[in-house]
T-cell receptor
Framework: DARVTQTPRHKVTEMGQEVTMRCQPI?????VFWYRQTMMQGLELLAY????????DSGMPKDRFSAEMPDATLATLKIQPSEPRDSAVYFC???????????FGNGTRLTVT | QKEVEQDPGPLSVPEGAIVSLNCTYS??????FMWYRQYSRKGPELLMY????GNKEDGRFTAQVDKSSKYISLFIRDSQPSDSATYLC?????????????FGKGTKLSVKP
């Protein structure tokens, strides 16, 4: 059963530190999405890629967040410097084509103190 | 007005009850409708996927779409404690470059033995 794999599962860090989250999408999927989930806002789209090209990152605070896809098997989301308000669960999801059902990883639970 | 509205609950029912979960939406361009189930500390997993109006049944689950009312529902028959989770609706205008998934905030369901 193909799965989206995210690492690390949990991350606790101090304010100001750099955080890197990684995602391995399902092989053959050409769209990759990064979401952030909080109780207040639900799932928020941060950025997405199609065929490794970034299409939209308007949901990300550009001064501190960056998303890349160095190859088809790896997507990264970086926060530098991290702030307490970044504490949330970050999900990566992949799909066959844009608009098709997404397959989610189990998330990275980030706590910034 | 948000594009997709979903009552966050929580909804608590006894085992064996019929559960009805609903979402309303404002954009008549939405064509594809999905329901995701999210267990605690896990990523959302696809439960049902329908196109346009009508019903779709899968075991104890029935998804219903009423495009004239911009209203979608998920029914769970003979609910089980294992159905306790958060249920998120999602929808999109189309496949390919026509759109991305828009999610509701989720309804938390608890099925009591």
């Amino acid at each position: 059963d193909a799965r989206v794999t995210q690492t690390p599962r949990h991350k606790v860090t101090e304010m100001g530190q750099e955080v890197t989250m990684r995602c391995q999408p399902i092989l053959g999927h050409n769209t990759v999405f990064w979401y952030r989930q909080t109780m207040m806002q639900g799932l928020e789209l941060l950025a997405y890629f199609r065929n490794r090209a970034p299409l939209d990152d308007s949901g990300m605070p550009k001064d501190r967040f960056s998303a890349e896809m160095p190859d088809a098997t790896l997507a990264t989301l970086k926060i530098q410097p991290s702030e307490p308000r970044d504490s949330a669960v970050y999900f990566c999801a992949s799909g066959l084509v844009q608009g098709s059902p997404l397959h989610f990883g189990n998330g990275t639970r980030l706590t910034v103190t | 007005q948000k594009e997709v509205e979903q009552d966050p609950g929580p909804l608590s029912v006894p085992e064996g009850a019929i559960v009805s979960l609903n979402c309303t939406y404002s954009n008549s361009a939405f064509q594809y409708f999905m329901w995701y189930r999210q267990y605690s500390r896990k990523g959302p997993e696809l439960l049902m996927y329908t196109y346009s109006s009508g019903n779709k049944e899968d075991g104890r689950f029935t998804a219903q779409v009423d495009k004239s009312s911009k209203y979608i529902s998920l029914f769970i028959r003979d609910s089980q404690p294992s159905d306790s989770a958060t249920y998120l609706c999602a929808m999109t205008k189309g496949l390919g470059s026509q759109g991305n998934l828009i999610f509701g905030k989720g309804t938390k369901l608890s099925v009591k033995p």
